[in-house]
């Protein structure tokens, strides 16, 4: 292994894959929901969010709640919402729904 990651096999078939399979989708969304996850930085997270700036997608950040959201973070969502995960699937839905129409209603005016 070289100290080039840029030469290092399985970043190359990493990037190769972001590229063939996350790109596209982020490219082809109106807006993107990036799920904040809790503890250490996680770096799908931080390649899909990337991508949703460098693309300039509107980003809905869904942040567990009580959650400390960085202001440089902050700065770059267009909408946070505090999920309960363990509130259950219908609670998520509707708070993701609202947001979700926000946007909606952003883009057309």
Do not use: C, Y
Not at 34 to 52: D, H, R, W, Y
């Amino acid at each position: 292994m070289t100290d080039d990651i840029a030469n290092d096999p399985e970043f190359v078939d990493w990037a190769r894959r972001v590229e063939r399979e996350v790109v596209p989708k982020i490219a082809a969304s109106a807006f993107t929901i990036s799920l904040m996850p809790k503890g250490p930085p996680n770096i799908k997270f931080a390649v899909e969010l990337g991508l949703s700036v460098m693309l300039d997608k509107p980003i809905i950040l869904a942040v567990p709640t009580g959650s400390v959201v960085p202001a440089k973070l902050r700065a770059l969502a267009d909408d946070i919402v505090e999920v309960d995960w363990d509130e259950g699937s219908p609670a998520v839905h509707s708070i993701l729904t609202d947001a979700i129409e926000r946007q909606i209603a952003k883009g057309s005016e």
